[in-house]
């Protein structure tokens, strides 16, 4: 169904909003688009309440570009910064409870597997340290003990960003923040091992220095999910105002935290492996028969 | 499994021809959800509960109900289940006291976000020193939140009122979540009669799309309650937004009445309406009323009952109505802080002549002596104790 919800019914496009007309004309549903193109077609998330200089506004931004099935996509996010830009995309967003996120995904992707078994609902959860790694660890450990086929990806930014920059679990060890006065005393959780060694079958880091990275990481994630199990990326994206980041500088961080804890890591299953050389065998095919 | 036809709600509830059966509170959950076409129920062990969702467990084993599984806690599995009915699955779970509590903060929850699920509430002592004993001061915290409760006194209740839970729920003048409580062990684990229609029909599957709310499923274009962002800004549209669909959520509460009267007979029950005192009591409590009461008429003595069937919406109205002539009012209830003497004392305009219990706690029984004293105190009988050593 998908394509049906979005498009405007006819006689209706004069009445509807410029912004929805444009979407549905020359925006992502139905088709794919490049990220590298960011600004020539109309995205799925423009406008965002977040900081200037937000790293975590421009992932989302990239995520949503990077989306290979908008039009059947469901959103889930929590308590935090990222919920502030996703519920103001053009993708249906689900925001609970406090870190309830990948308990209510494992519930919504069942509930949809049974209503449509032969149709493909890409159910995303998108959420910060403290919701996934903190308040909702034991609902996203479970979530990829289960197996559920979601993907979550954690918004990384060392910090309560929203709550006014208190320490959470993947704050590095020894920055002082509210509420760690003398400084964070134990280690930033190795949420990238824990995903690989709790059942996901694609499990990504990513510090978004490139956006042809980032999004081609996002489509794995999502492909993969779909038929394998849980996939799981984990994205450094700075929080510039906690952090004391000037905006020009956070480009130049996020390329100096690559280089240190941040490295580029994918890692994935061997028949999930198999499974994305031949989507994206298939899609080069398919591109290089759109440019003739 | 029988092949089940589906058949209305209304024949399944009212009309088809009822066999008796001796089981148990839990097993009389299950029966309703083997013929209430669930799609999905998850499933967190606590005592007393357990035993419930061990037998729907047994029913998606059989087919019955298409997925299940075991959550990691029960806040885990209450924000799993609202995640299923969001996506247009009809859902069902349960759990007791401390679970309870533990899921409240997604429980509260489901009714501002529309999930129209039945959940089952087997009562347990909570607070220290705990125990495992049916003490029912857990359905108080239930109260405030929009959800409809109702209180079975036994286990053909549970079997009716859950049945039932999933039709009302699911109503698109209601669409709220639906808890049946009981008492555990009393009810739960102890066997009773029951009247119910054949296993081989079942409730028609559920119609996400006949809702106030859609479901998020990509196939209908969500709500805006489900698109903008929450309403977490200090401005007065925040405050509107949140206040008017509250009172939404509490009118849809009171909604739910006329549909109680159609499937449940109504929200009270009253007997021997003409008494001077009443006993009102729901529960278990209610049955133990309705021995008390059947002791005084037995003794000659002018006491009635008033059986709350439904706590939310509350009968108000109702209650006065059957309060009218009283000349005193006694509330027995299983927990210490007499929620439910609260609540009767709310609706009358006399509440002078609401007796404070008797109340028994931590599990206790309640004895129909105990009641019988209260009686006869109201009445200005005097009879002598006797103890025997």
């Excluded at chain 2, 669909?245 to 909604?255: K, L, M, P």
Aim: net charge neutral; charged share 25%; aromatic share 10%.
């Amino acid at each position: 169904m998908g394509l049906e919800y979005v498009r405007i019914s006819p006689g209706f496009e004069r009445y509807m909003p410029r912004d929805y007309v444009d979407l549905v004309k020359f925006g992502q549903f139905g088709k794919q688009v490049d990220v590298m193109q960011l600004g020539q077609f109309k995205e799925l998330v423009e406008e965002h309440p977040m900081c200037a200089g937000c790293y975590m506004a421009y992932f989302i931004r990239v995520f949503y570009a990077a989306l290979p099935n908008p039009e059947d996509t469901i959103v889930l996010g929590t308590a935090g910064c990222a919920r502030l830009a996703l519920s103001q995309a053009a993708v249906p967003f689900i925001y609970g409870n406090y870190g309830d996120t990948n308990a209510v995904a494992s519930g919504l992707k069942r509930a949809l597997t049974i209503r449509f078994p032969d149709k493909v609902k890409d159910v995303v959860v998108i959420a910060g340290d403290g919701g996934l790694m903190d308040i909702g660890f034991g609902m996203t450990m479970h979530s990829w003990f289960r197996g559920e086929k979601f993907t979550t990806i954690m918004v990384d930014n060392e910090v309560y960003g929203n709550t006014g920059g208190q320490e959470s679990g993947m704050s590095p060890k020894g920055v002082q923040l509210k509420m760690a006065p003398l400084g964070k005393k134990f280690d930033k959780i190795n949420a990238v091992e824990l995903a690989q060694v709790a059942g996901c079958v694609y499990v990504a880091r990513i510090s978004p220095t490139n956006p042809k990275r980032i999004a081609k990481v996002i489509r794995r994630a999502i492909y993969a999910a779909r038929e394998f199990g849980p996939t799981f990326i984990h994205a450094y994206t700075s929080c510039n105002i906690e952090y004391s980041i000037p905006t020009r500088e956070v480009l130049k961080d996020a390329r100096e935290r690559e280089k240190k804890d941040f490295k580029f890591y994918e890692w994935m299953t061997d028949e999930v492996k198999e499974y994305l050389e031949e989507i994206e065998r298939k899609e080069k095919e398919k591109a290089k028969q759109e440019v003739k | 499994m029988p092949d089940q036809r589906v058949v209305e709600p209304e024949y399944l509830l009212l009309e088809a021809p009822r066999e008796k059966k001796f089981i148990t509170g839990s097993q009389a959950f299950a029966e309703a959800v083997k013929r209430a076409n669930v799609d999905i129920a998850i499933a967190y062990p606590i005592t007393p509960q357990s035993e419930t969702m061990h037998l729907v467990g047994d029913l998606y084993a059989q087919g019955y109900v298409k997925d299940y599984y075991r959550a990691e806690e029960e806040y885990g599995a209450m924000s799993a289940i609202a995640g299923a009915v969001r996506g247009g699955a009809r859902a069902f779970t349960a759990t007791s006291g401390p679970g309870l509590l533990r899921g409240l903060e997604a429980i509260v929850s489901w009714p501002g976000h529309r999930i129209p699920v039945v959940l089952g509430v087997m009562t347990r002592v909570v607070n220290a020193p705990l125990s495992i004993q049916p003490d029912n001061i857990e359905i108080s915290y239930l109260l405030n939140a929009g959800l409809v409760v109702l209180h079975a006194e036994n286990q053909q209740d549970v079997f009716d009122f859950t049945l039932a839970g999933f039709v009302i729920s699911e109503k698109v003048d209601v669409y709220l979540p639906v808890v049946v409580a009981t008492e555990g062990f009393f009810v739960t684990h102890a066997k009773g009669y029951v009247q119910m229609p054949s296993e081989d029909m079942k409730l028609p599957p559920r119609d996400p799309y006949k809702a106030p709310v859609p479901p998020t499923d990509c196939e209908i274009p969500p709500a805006r309650i489900q698109r903008d962002a929450p309403v977490q800004k200090s401005n007065f549209m925040s405050y509107l937004i949140h206040a008017v669909w509250q009172q939404e959520v509490w009118s849809a509460n009171r909604r739910a009445m006329k549909w109680i009267y159609k499937y449940l007979g109504g929200p009270v029950e009253v007997v021997n309406p003409d008494a001077e005192v009443f006993i009102v009591a729901s529960g278990c409590a209610a049955a133990q009323g309705r021995e008390a009461q059947r002791y005084a008429e037995q003794e000659g003595l002018p006491v009635g009952l008033v059986k709350v069937k439904s706590l939310r919406p509350f009968p108000e109205k109702e209650v006065r109505e059957a309060l009218k002539n009283a000349k005193a009012v006694i509330v027995p209830e299983h927990n210490i802080v007499g929620w439910l003497a609260k609540e009767v004392k709310s609706v009358i305009p006399n509440s002078g002549i609401v007796i404070d219990g008797p109340r028994v706690y931590g599990g206790m029984t309640l004895p129909v002596e105990l009641i019988m004293e209260e009686i006869y105190k109201a009445l200005g009988i005097k009879k002598e104790k006797k103890t025997v050593v």
